[in-house]
């Protein structure tokens, strides 16, 4: 944050104040210099407007973000306005994504933690030397809050002083709270995005409109990368309400008034495919899965050892293996893929629920023909993301569509479209080791992971000599102390086209490793929860977390109602979680009664959106791992819709308890924590139940 600081600019437009923070500049830019893209503006009717640089899909940015800056400037947050930021990875971009302006990684409010806080803080004291200059007196006589400015009996709102505070020169560093003097900070602060939502002015991807607007429904070949060799629209043509029909690389395009008169012509089309190389590797689910285990046996890309990493196992007493298999998954967002564009007076326009403005920005220039500064990305609320839509398949075909259509464009997918064309979320296989020694201490653990790399596909210049960072989540964290341990990762392109998907490899990681802990600690002839602790003497935030979840669960006490217990822990986004699960079996199908999640988030920032983002990630993880799969067959994706992929029902929900406690100075993150270890925790409970151990997901079929 040192190399941090703080640019801002007296805006001629009605005396505002705009105030921003730069990654890139080491110096705090002259007083009155430009600002083009600010984090805050206080207009001279004392409105505060909050710019929010990350993608609103219920993790609730819209809020959180904003409340760190009303926190530090003393302004009520319930008054604050809210836009999306415009694409400027400069200004908005993420220190912790590279630099990126992207929103993934649970890392919106760990990135934002002190850059925001300092936005507020630094405005609050521009704002109180404009009011001791006003009035001739020492800025420590005035008192900043609810958004006005005394001393004695003298007053004024921020938007008073707004023009004199744009003449102050901004503090870089300036003086933040203490916790004592949080008014919302660690408050279950309301949603500011919830009366939005509730009247329907929200804006998502499918409500907006402009001028001679047409709506898209393409046509895409059932493999994904296949093209149109011929085709026949001739009864599509005649359906009342077509306006035009255009082929683009992806596919065939209708184009009517309506989405639903597009997609009736469209699925009239009569279009010959080459269904290209997916066809032919992607046969059927036993060759994928072949292929991913005879890749296993190739050396891989070291992400972690410790002592004898050459032999982890030499001089054991006792040693298990055990391998373990997860199945590609679709983000099966609620919200379907869709993007508006528009080519006009030399600028190519582009709404959307877009997580990736800037890539958004490249592949709009590339497909457009225009220069990148020709470009405006409108990001709208997202309903649902997981990753899936920080790619830009929908914005290429929806400017590609405008661009051959030459009219403005709303392109939406229908659910069968969005479950057969997505980027899934990798298939996995893991192979681990353990060595305990004759007093049942786990002296030696190898892991080896072998999976499709994302990075490789979307960042390749993240993968170094073999290693993808973001494969390695979940194993290269550890948190256990074992004296020699050698971890490896295999990349090996399936030919699925892979994605980002909500918690990344922290999900595939933990399953094989929590569930792996547990197959150790039977074989030593130890409680799972013992074992466990044991292990985690470098770390007592995560013991804490896993005592109280075991305890508030009832771990080690008698049970006479057919129900089981399995438990899990891990450090993910920074966060130390721990997950109970409560199961019980009729016949071989596990019910999931209760969930028992304990986090330690670091600073709690607001308790209610951490409880909803947990029960939301731990249910999305527990529905995936009882129930979810894709397969392929002749490249294509055999799942369609909720009939063959189905989501967790409400009759099916379990009870969900979660205690949230404070053993950091920062936030962690918490969108993804409570997806990853709901399987693992389930997976123990059957267990337990059984005394048989199932390795592969899902764990209904």
């Known amino acids: 944050m040192d190399r941090r600081s703080f640019i801002k ?4 437009l009605g005396g505002a104040l705009l105030v921003g923070f730069s990654d890139l500049e080491n110096t705090v830019l002259a007083a009155g210099a430009a600002l083009n893209n600010p984090w805050l503006r206080l207009d001279a009717n004392n409105d505060l407007t909050i710019f929010v640089a990350r993608g609103e899909m219920g993790q609730d940015v819209y809020t959180s973000m904003s409340l760190l800056i009303a926190e530090e400037l003393n302004y009520p947050i319930s008054k604050v306005k809210v836009v999306f930021a415009p694409n400027n990875p400069a200004v908005y971009g993420n220190a912790l994504l590279g630099g990126a302006q992207i929103t993934g990684g649970s890392a919106s409010m760990r990135d934002a933690w002190d850059k925001l806080r300092k936005v507020g803080a630094s405005t609050r004291e521009m704002l109180v030397a404009a009011a001791a200059e006003k009035w001739k007196v020492s800025a420590s006589s005035c008192v900043a809050e ?17 023009a004199l505070a744009a003449t102050q020169k901004p503090n870089p560093n300036p003086t933040l709270k203490s916790k004592a003097d949080y008014r919302y900070i660690g408050k279950d602060v309301r949603r500011l995005d919830t009366p939005a939502k509730v009247n329907g002015t ?4 499918v409500d907006v409109r402009v001028p001679g607007m047409l709506a898209a429904s393409l046509a895409m ?5 296949g093209k149109a060799m011929r085709v026949d629209d001739s009864a599509a043509k005649a359906v009342k309400g077509v306006v035009s029909i255009v082929q683009v690389p992806d596919g065939v395009a209708v184009l009517a008034k309506d989405y639903f008169t597009a997609k009736k012509a469209r699925d009239l089309l009569k279009i010959e495919w080459d269904m290209g190389p997916a066809a032919r590797q992607l046969k059927d689910m036993a060759s994928i899965e072949a292929g991913l285990l005879a890749a296993s046996s190739k050396k891989g890309a070291v992400i972690l050892k410790a002592g004898n990493a050459e032999n ?5 007493a006792k040693q298990i293996s055990a391998q373990y298999q997860l199945p590609f998954l679709a983000h099966a967002t609620l919200e379907p893929v869709n993007c508006s564009a528009q080519i006009v007076n030399g600028e190519c326009l582009v709404w959307g629920p877009i997580q ?4 958004a920005s490249a592949t709009a220039a590339a497909v457009s023909g225009l220069p990148e500064s020709k470009v405006r990305i409108h990001t709208t609320f997202i309903g649902g993301g997981y990753g899936r839509k920080i790619e830009n398949d929908f914005v290429a075909q929806a400017v590609s569509i405008a661009k051959a259509s030459g009219q403005p464009v709303r392109l939406i997918w229908s659910r069968e479209d969005d479950m057969t064309h997505d980027f899934y979320r990798p298939i996995s296989l893991h192979q681990l080791s353990g060595a305990l020694d004759s007093s049942g201490r786990l002296v030696g653990l190898t892991s080896k992971m072998t999976s499709p790399s994302v990075t490789a596909r979307a960042f390749p210049g993240f993968v170094v000599e073999g290693n993808d960072p973001f494969m390695s989540e979940g194993a290269n964290n550890l948190t256990y102390a074992v004296p020699n341990l050698r971890f490896e990762n295999v990349i090996h392109d399936t030919g699925v086209r892979v994605g980002y998907w909500r918690a990344v490899s922290n999900n595939l990681n933990t399953f094989a490793m929590e569930s792996f802990v547990d197959e150790l600690a039977q074989a030593a002839g130890k409680d799972p929860l013992a074992f466990r602790m044991e292990m985690l003497s470098k770390h007592p935030r995560a013991q804490k977390v896993l005592s109280m979840a075991a305890e508030r669960a009832g771990w080690g006490k008698k049970r006479s109602d057919g129900r089981f217990l399995g438990l899990a822990q891990t450090e993910c986004y920074d966060a130390y979680v721990a997950v109970v699960a409560e199961v019980s079996m009729r016949g071989a199908e596990p019910t999931v009664h209760k969930l028992t999640c304990v986090v330690d988030c670091g600073v709690a920032v607001r308790p209610n959106q951490i409880r909803a983002q947990l029960e939301s990630g731990l249910l999305l993880g527990a529905s ?3 129930k979810n799969k894709i397969t392929f067959k002749d490249g294509v994706v055999e799942q369609k819709n909720f009939d063959t992929y189905p989501m967790l029902r409400m009759s099916e929900t379990p009870a969900i308890d979660i205690t949230i406690i404070e053993g950091g100075d920062k936030p962690s993150g918490m969108g993804e924590v409570g997806v990853p270890l709901a399987a693992p925790a389930i997976a123990n409970a059957i267990a337990a139940a059984t005394g048989e151990r199932r390795r592969t997901l899902p764990f209904v079929a």
């Open 202 to 205: 929200a804006q998502y991807g």
């Open 221 to 225: 070949c059932p493999a994904i990368g």
């Open 624 to 626: 995936s791992a009882m």
């Open 312 to 316: 982890p196992m030499a001089g054991s």
């Open 356 to 359: 990736f403005p800037q890539g």
């Open 146 to 162: 609810d958004g006005s400015v005394r001393c004695g009996t003298k007053k004024a709102t921020y938007g008073q002083l707004a």
């Open 9 to 12: 600019s007296s805006a001629a």
